[in-house]
């Protein structure tokens, strides 16, 4: 019969032989939540509904025909590639829940809406087995008709295989017939509150940096606005909320574009698709402020000094033109004014930099991480004792630690984080600490002395 061996907990065994532990040495340990996650909520004419559909940035660059419908190139792109320059991923909602799909005799659109209309099918002999057919699927755009799919060597219709863009109906057997476009598809009922409410039901257990809405609807804005408040303030759930033109929110979760989009037959507020990607994907230890515009739309920039003031004052970001003549760069680039919220109504508990959105980042993912480390290694797993809420305090100080070397706060000491103490209840803990968010110069006061 064999020794005894294997793990032990209390020197109680019976049989002789070795009992032995593998455990890992106890250190600090720091994991910091990565950033770049965007959201929203459009009205399409192509793509899957009722979901919540994960997007990265190299799926729209390569496969954008499949997820939206249209080339990464198309004008109803527009929006989206301002989105991606920063974001990387976003989790999509398609408004239009009632879509209706194209169709034909031969085949279905995959996803309803008005861009089925534009995919044709073909049945034609194989021209190396006359016995046999090719049946061929285009997608028409701007009057361009492209092969999409294409299956050849077909002998029944049972042989057929459903692609990205048509599932196809059941047939008995072939019949030849020219490229017939599918006929039928519409985008649904007009977009209501309630499809914005079921993107909010949704989008809920998601993780993201940053909801944006294009729209100037003052009903879903606040709607938005309500949830942000909600989530932030009683589940724990961090991210800002990007909006056009609103002046009223007046709350750190809430950023507020001003420039109205001047292009032709575009949403004044499209410029929010850039800023969503960008405030998204900042980092913690990043602002910004003074960041060149880099995507398509035109804006209205020309704002004399005292306005571009009261729009930082009133909690709006603005572009505005930067020329630098001694360059030669008369023109000037548009850049973003100051990385500022909606919320302007400061006091002792709550000051002016809880405005700076650099701020907000530093807080939000220290939220983020610090509830992380514990319930990914603490809740449930480790004793309240003195030893146990040590170990939190040291994973904690690292955590802070590494924020403090990539410079999103500053002058941070382990005496900042108090040690742990046990709460009212039992498995209770309670820690207080403190940190100082470092933000990026935006103002120069110089004074030159002449001798």
Same mark, same amino acid.
């Given at each position: 019969?064999?020794?005894?061996?294997?793990?032990?907990?209390?020197?109680?065994?019976?049989?002789?032989?070795?009992?032995?532990?593998?455990?890992?040495?106890?250190?600090?340990?720091?994991?910091?939540?990565? +950033?770049?996650?965007?959201?929203?909520?459009?009205?399409?004419?192509?793509?899957?509904?009722?979901?919540?559909?994960?997007?990265?940035?190299?799926?729209?660059?390569?496969?954008?025909?499949?997820?939206?419908?249209?080339?990464?190139?198309?004008?109803?792109?527009?929006?989206?590639?301002?989105? /991606?320059?920063?974001?990387?991923t976003l989790y999509l909602y398609r408004l239009n829940s009632d879509a209706v799909k194209a169709q034909s005799t031969v085949a279905t659109a995959t996803c309803g809406g008005v861009r089925g209309n534009d995919i044709a099918v073909a049945i034609s002999a194989d021209i190396n087995d006359a016995s046999k /057919?090719?049946?061929?699927?285009?997608?028409?755009?701007?009057?361009?008709?492209?092969?999409?799919?294409?299956?050849?060597?077909?002998?029944?219709?049972?042989?057929?295989?459903?692609?990205?863009?048509?599932?196809f109906n059941e047939m008995s057997a072939f019949t030849a017939q020219a490229a017939t476009y599918l006929t039928g598809g519409t985008n649904g009922t007009a977009v209501q509150a309630s499809d914005y409410q079921k993107y909010i039901e949704l989008i809920e257990p998601f993780y993201f940096n940053v909801l944006g809405y294009t729209g100037s609807d003052t009903t879903?804005?606040?709607?938005?606005?309500?949830?942000?408040? +909600?989530?932030?303030?009683?589940?724990?759930?961090?991210?800002?909320?990007?909006?056009?033109?609103?002046?009223?929110?007046?709350?750190?979760?809430?950023?507020?574009?001003?420039?109205?989009?001047?292009?032709?037959g575009a949403e004044p507020g499209a410029g929010v698709y850039w800023l969503t990607g960008a405030e998204a994907s900042c980092p913690i230890n990043k602002s910004l402020t003074n960041k060149i515009y880099d995507g398509e739309y035109n804006f209205n920039v020309q704002y004399k000094q005292?306005?571009?003031?009261?729009?930082?004052?009133?909690?709006?970001?603005?572009?505005?033109?930067v020329a630098d003549?001694?360059?030669?760069?008369?023109?000037?680039?548009?850049?973003?004014?100051?990385?500022?919220?909606?919320?302007?109504? /400061?006091?002792?508990?709550?000051?002016?930099?809880?405005a700076l959105n650099q701020v907000i980042r530093v807080l939000d993912n220290s939220a983020y991480d610090v509830a992380r480390l514990f319930n990914n290694y603490y809740l449930g797993k480790t004793p309240n004792d003195k030893d146990?809420?040590?170990?939190?305090?040291?994973?904690?100080?690292?955590?802070?630690?590494?924020?403090?070397?990539? +410079?999103?706060?500053?002058?941070?000491?382990?005496k900042d984080v108090q040690i742990p103490t046990e709460g009212d209840e039992k498995g209770s803990v309670v820690v207080n600490y403190e940190i100082n968010p470092t933000v990026a110069m935006d103002k120069l006061y110089a004074t030159c002395y002449v001798k």
């Amino acid at each position: 019969m064999a020794l005894g061996g294997g793990y032990w907990l209390f020197q109680n065994k019976t049989l002789p032989g070795a009992y032995i532990n593998f455990v890992s040495k106890n250190k600090a340990f720091a994991e910091i939540v990565d +950033r770049g996650y965007a959201t929203m909520a459009l009205s399409l004419d192509w793509g899957e509904t009722g979901k919540i559909v994960r997007v990265e940035q190299e799926e729209f660059q390569k496969d954008s025909v499949k997820i939206f419908g249209y080339d990464y190139a198309h004008e109803k792109m527009k929006g989206l590639r301002d989105l /991606f320059i920063n974001t990387k991923t976003l989790y999509l909602y398609r408004l239009n829940s009632d879509a209706v799909k194209a169709q034909s005799t031969v085949a279905t659109a995959t996803c309803g809406g008005v861009r089925g209309n534009d995919i044709a099918v073909a049945i034609s002999a194989d021209i190396n087995d006359a016995s046999k /057919f090719v049946v061929t699927t285009y997608l028409k755009t701007d009057d361009v008709v492209k092969k999409v799919d294409e299956q050849t060597g077909l002998s029944t219709p049972k042989e057929l295989v459903n692609n990205a863009y048509v599932t196809f109906n059941e047939m008995s057997a072939f019949t030849a017939q020219a490229a017939t476009y599918l006929t039928g598809g519409t985008n649904g009922t007009a977009v209501q509150a309630s499809d914005y409410q079921k993107y909010i039901e949704l989008i809920e257990p998601f993780y993201f940096n940053v909801l944006g809405y294009t729209g100037s609807d003052t009903t879903i804005q606040n709607l938005f606005i309500a949830f942000a408040k +909600r989530t932030r303030e009683t589940t724990g759930q961090k991210f800002q909320v990007a909006l056009y033109n609103n002046t009223r929110a007046n709350y750190e979760g809430v950023i507020s574009l001003a420039n109205k989009v001047t292009d032709s037959g575009a949403e004044p507020g499209a410029g929010v698709y850039w800023l969503t990607g960008a405030e998204a994907s900042c980092p913690i230890n990043k602002s910004l402020t003074n960041k060149i515009y880099d995507g398509e739309y035109n804006f209205n920039v020309q704002y004399k000094q005292y306005e571009l003031e009261q729009f930082i004052k009133g909690g709006q970001i603005v572009f505005h033109n930067v020329a630098d003549s001694a360059s030669g760069n008369v023109k000037g680039n548009t850049r973003l004014l100051s990385d500022v919220n909606t919320f302007t109504e /400061f006091s002792k508990e709550r000051t002016k930099d809880f405005a700076l959105n650099q701020v907000i980042r530093v807080l939000d993912n220290s939220a983020y991480d610090v509830a992380r480390l514990f319930n990914n290694y603490y809740l449930g797993k480790t004793p309240n004792d003195k030893d146990g809420r040590i170990a939190l305090w040291n994973d904690i100080v690292k955590l802070f630690e590494d924020y403090a070397k990539v +410079r999103a706060i500053k002058e941070f000491e382990s005496k900042d984080v108090q040690i742990p103490t046990e709460g009212d209840e039992k498995g209770s803990v309670v820690v207080n600490y403190e940190i100082n968010p470092t933000v990026a110069m935006d103002k120069l006061y110089a004074t030159c002395y002449v001798k």
